[in-house]
């Protein structure tokens, strides 16, 4: 952005260019005129609001109502709010994944930003892969903005249980593939997972992301939990609009909030939330864009010393609706203060330091545990290093059976998504539950663009017998909502010529997670011969952002982000 144009603001700012600055203006004004504003109105600072509502994103079917609400905010604190539409991304109606849209998602609103006349702006999303872009896009841009989280769903009673997307989705149709329950309970729970508007109910990837952004520091406190259909969910986001307007022509960017130490803050509550394995590869790319590395060797490292204080599902039993009732994520950071980074600015202009020491004390210690009594003593993932995955690879330990960390396997190989969905429940297919169940071809380069697939299925023949756990490897993600012994994010990926293409029926392999290792005992002679037979599996689309993609995306341990648009 030009100097010239940083001294600027409202709608003098980024003018059009016809060859005549005064003109540029002067045929602004008169086209906002044409909205009805009046030029009082048009005389004030201009807040825009990023907002990615969508007919094919049922997680923001709420959104109009909180525009309106930053709206009354921005407007009752002297600015002038104008929204505009950015890229929706409804993780379950997207091909072949959300993921793969994410990084256009964050171009779009980077561009928006930077292109339109706005001297703040607020950002509302809520769905898996809208928080990261949305501020992965505000951190390239660097202009002053808030994040507001449209907040998760609310669980409902059904049969005596409470049900809430999407951990007892996976829950009841694993149940559904063992003959354990029939196609008409199916059907009635198929109706009952998902009654109110909100991202998922548990710590999914949704909720992960809403936690990360409130401990950067990019919302405001106490907002990330707040159930979608709560009344404060609208006092938050008039105050984030309000707020909004008092960043305008302050140093306070996402520049000075998103930091090396806010980063290292993030990954804390990642893991002590138990947070989604997708949560490390956005936090990767948020940071990416604000020139801070993620160091995996890292990760282990915090991970070892940061106790899970949250038992939400799917590794607890209860929702997100009740850790906002229980203190939210303040609760959270006030367990993690001694160590936590407390001279992180946040976009209220206060540290984090001094927020926690604003805040009233009560937690509710049924899902909120003391520091010195955590649920599990070590955070919920980890790292694998090892001849199998030499730059890493992710195993949300807080979410499998500490039974099968310690194992080695027989390696049963599918070569790629449409084999896993042609062979898994074969009645002749040779497999046991000592077995490692390992999917080639499935990550960021695949074709299939790293989809929540690593959640293999047990099995139908093992499901049948009683079954409900087994180690499964691939590069592909994993939804948060998921759980079970799986190793994902295995990089380099198979695609791109990794030692996971190597792999063949078989093949044993060896699993420590006390050791971070994976590894494949194959000696060097006979890998080095399946390497020079080996071919590439996906073929460089024509055009389109497909071809962007597949040219630019990065590996897993990178954040999958586009190379390009990683600040140096």
């Not at 986001?237 to 960017?253: F, I, K, N, P, Q």
């Not at 009683?466 to 499964?472: A, I, L, T």
């Not at 691939?474 to 010529?497: F, Q």
Request: charged share 20%.
């Amino acid at each position: 952005m030009a100097e010239q144009d940083k001294q600027r603001h409202g709608l003098a700012r980024g003018l059009t260019n016809y060859g005549d600055a005064d003109f540029s203006l002067y045929l602004r004004r008169s086209f906002a005129k044409s909205m009805g504003y009046s030029a009082d109105m048009l005389a004030r600072p201009i807040v825009g609001i990023a907002q990615s509502a969508s007919g094919f994103n049922n997680c923001h079917r709420h959104f109009p109502e909180l525009v309106d609400a930053v709206k009354r905010g921005v407007i009752a604190a002297g600015g002038l709010p104008l929204d505009f539409p950015t890229v929706s991304l409804g993780e379950v109606f997207l091909h072949p994944t959300s993921m793969m849209f994410r990084n256009l998602m964050a171009m779009d609103v980077e561009e928006m930003i930077r292109a339109q006349p706005m001297d703040a702006v607020v950002l509302i999303g809520a769905c898996d892969k809208t928080v990261p872009a949305l501020l992965m896009g505000a951190a390239s841009a660097d202009l002053p903005a808030i994040m507001l989280i449209g907040g998760p769903m609310l669980p409902m009673a059904h049969h005596g249980e409470r049900l809430g997307a999407c951990t007892d989705c996976r829950r009841f149709w694993a149940k559904y593939r063992a003959g354990e329950i029939s196609g008409r309970d199916i059907a009635d729970i198929e109706g009952n997972l998902a009654t109110t508007t909100g991202s998922c109910a548990v710590m999914g990837t949704a909720s992960t992301m809403a936690s990360i952004a409130e401990a950067l520091g990019m919302t405001l406190p106490g907002t990330a939990a707040i159930p979608a259909v709560h009344a404060d969910r609208l006092r938050a986001a008039e105050a984030s609009g309000r707020r909004a307007v008092e960043l305008v022509g302050t140093a306070l960017r996402p520049g000075r909030i998103v930091t090396a130490q806010s980063i290292e803050n993030a990954l804390r509550v990642l893991l002590a939330i138990g947070g989604s394995t997708n949560g490390l590869i956005h936090l990767t790319a948020i940071a990416g864009r604000a020139g801070v590395a993620v160091s995996l060797k890292r990760l282990n490292e915090l991970s070892d010393a940061t106790p899970i204080l949250v038992d939400l599902k799917p590794t607890g039993q209860h929702y997100m609706s009740d850790l906002f009732a229980a203190g939210g994520i303040g609760a959270v950071l006030r367990e993690l203060k001694p160590l936590l980074h407390l001279d992180c600015m946040t976009v209220t202009g206060e540290t984090l330091g001094e927020r926690l020491a604003g805040e009233a004390p009560w937690v509710d210690r049924d899902v909120v545990r003391p520091l010195a009594e955590p649920y599990q003593k070590q955070g919920g993932l980890a790292a694998l290093f090892g001849s199998l995955a030499p730059n890493g690879a992710i195993i949300k330990r807080s979410a499998a059976d500490p039974l099968l960390f310690e194992r080695e396997g027989r390696a049963v190989v599918f070569a790629s998504l449409d084999d896993l969905a042609a062979r898994i429940d074969a009645p002749d297919l040779d497999v046991t539950a000592d077995d490692f169940l390992v999917l080639q071809n499935a990550g960021p380069k695949s074709g299939y663009a790293m989809p929540e697939a690593g959640y293999l299925p047990i099995p139908a023949k093992l499901a049948r017998s009683g079954v409900k756990d087994m180690v499964r490897i691939s590069d592909a993600r994993m939804s948060g909502t998921a759980y079970g012994t799986i190793v994902l994010h295995v990089s380099p990926e198979a695609a791109a010529g990794g030692p996971l293409a190597l792999v063949r029926n078989g093949d044993r392999i060896k699993l420590s997670v006390a050791e971070r290792r994976l590894d494949l005992l194959v000696d060097d002679s006979e890998l080095a011969k399946r390497r020079a037979a080996h071919r590439p599996f996906a073929a460089m689309p024509a055009r389109g952002y497909a071809r962007l993609y597949m040219h630019s995306v990065l590996q897993a341990e990178m954040g999958c982000d586009f190379d390009f648009l990683r600040k140096a």
